[in-house]
């Protein structure tokens, strides 16, 4: 029985964590190019009454054996990178990426992170910049008379000014991607950062031979939540706590009874 309590009660703290995740993913579901999680879980170490496999007698052996096991924890809450939904919008500097791959930005210390979310702006200098004021790496430039951007599926940006007909090239967008997207750690704003697990960056153009997606403009990528799903396994990991918890109701009313044999 007391293996029981604390067998249930790691089903009710992993349990708790699913749900953590869960309201994670329903609080972003209006974010632009986040990517929800998904929590695994995995069996903790059995205790072998009878090994699978021991010696029954001189010429058998124990078929399936006696193995109890000492409940679960959560392991991992893997980033899911299926593509979001496109949202129409007028503004030249919003970008889809169509495939694989992250936009690089400048962070203000100099450090380079990796975000799928494309509503760029323009800062007071013209460059090209997330929602946080981070420049888009490598820079580009737009010259404030220009009267129009344009920003083609391969990457290459473009504007035209006043009294000239032929567009000016302004730059060349590159994409990253990585051996392993689900082992990249989030550091919030829509950012990533490279680690071990997720592997360097592979840098190339948009459509290049890298693997990369290529880039639709006047579009947002919306989060691949998806808020029919997020509530049904909601309610799957309600019910798993639920039932976790009567095992510990049980468990101790069954100690409330052995307690009263000797009375």
């Given at each position: 029985?007391?293996?029981?309590?604390?067998?249930?009660?790691?089903?009710?703290?992993?349990?708790?964590?699913?749900?953590?995740?869960?309201?994670?993913?329903?609080?972003?579901?209006?974010?632009?190019?986040?990517?929800?999680?998904?929590t695994q879980f995995q069996d903790l170490?059995?205790?072998?009454?009878?090994?699978?496999?021991?010696?029954?007698?001189?010429?058998?052996?124990?078929?399936?054996?006696?193995?109890?096991?000492?409940?679960?924890?959560?392991v991992s809450n893997e980033i899911i990178?299926?593509?979001?939904?496109?949202?129409?919008?007028?503004?030249?500097?919003?970008i889809v990426i169509q495939g694989r791959?992250?936009?690089?930005?400048?962070?203000?210390?100099?450090?380079?992170?990796?975000?799928?979310?494309?509503?760029?702006?323009?800062?007071?200098?013209?460059?090209?910049?997330?929602?946080?004021?981070?420049?888009?790496?490598?820079?580009?430039?737009?010259?404030?008379?220009?009267?129009?951007?344009?920003?083609?599926?391969?990457?290459?940006?473009?504007?035209?000014?006043?009294?000239?007909?032929?567009?000016?090239?302004?730059?060349?967008?590159?994409?990253?991607?990585?051996?392993?997207?689900?082992?990249?750690?989030?550091?919030?704003?829509?950012?990533?950062?490279?680690?071990?697990?997720?592997?360097?960056?592979?840098?190339?153009?948009?459509?290049?031979?890298?693997?990369?997606?290529?880039?639709?403009?006047?579009?947002?990528?919306?989060?691949?939540?998806?808020?029919?799903?997020?509530?049904?396994?909601?309610?799957?990991?309600?019910?798993?706590?639920?039932?976790?918890?009567?095992?510990?109701?049980?468990?101790?009313?069954?100690?409330?009874?052995?307690?009263?044999?000797?009375?």
């Open positions: 029985m007391i293996r029981a309590l604390y067998s249930a009660a790691s089903g009710m703290t992993a349990q708790q964590i699913n749900v953590d995740n869960i309201a994670h993913n329903l609080a972003n579901a209006s974010t632009v190019g986040f990517k929800m999680r998904r170490l059995y205790q072998s009454y009878v090994q699978p496999g021991a010696s029954a007698g001189a010429q058998t052996t124990v078929p399936t054996g006696l193995q109890l096991g000492l409940g679960t924890r959560p990178f299926t593509q979001g939904n496109y949202q129409p919008t007028d503004n030249p500097l919003d791959g992250f936009f690089q930005v400048r962070r203000a210390n100099g450090e380079l992170a990796y975000t799928r979310a494309g509503n760029f702006h323009l800062d007071r200098d013209g460059n090209i910049v997330t929602p946080d004021g981070d420049q888009l790496d490598p820079q580009i430039t737009i010259p404030p008379d220009a009267q129009s951007v344009t920003i083609a599926a391969d990457g290459t940006v473009s504007y035209t000014q006043p009294n000239q007909s032929a567009a000016q090239i302004a730059g060349q967008i590159q994409l990253a991607n990585f051996a392993n997207p689900a082992g990249l750690n989030s550091i919030g704003g829509n950012l990533f950062l490279p680690t071990d697990a997720s592997g360097d960056a592979i840098l190339g153009n948009p459509g290049g031979q890298e693997g990369l997606g290529t880039l639709l403009q006047n579009y947002l990528e919306q989060s691949n939540v998806s808020v029919v799903e997020e509530f049904i396994n909601l309610i799957v990991s309600q019910r798993a706590y639920e039932a976790n918890s009567k095992v510990v109701r049980a468990a101790d009313e069954m100690y409330q009874q052995v307690n009263q044999l000797g009375r």
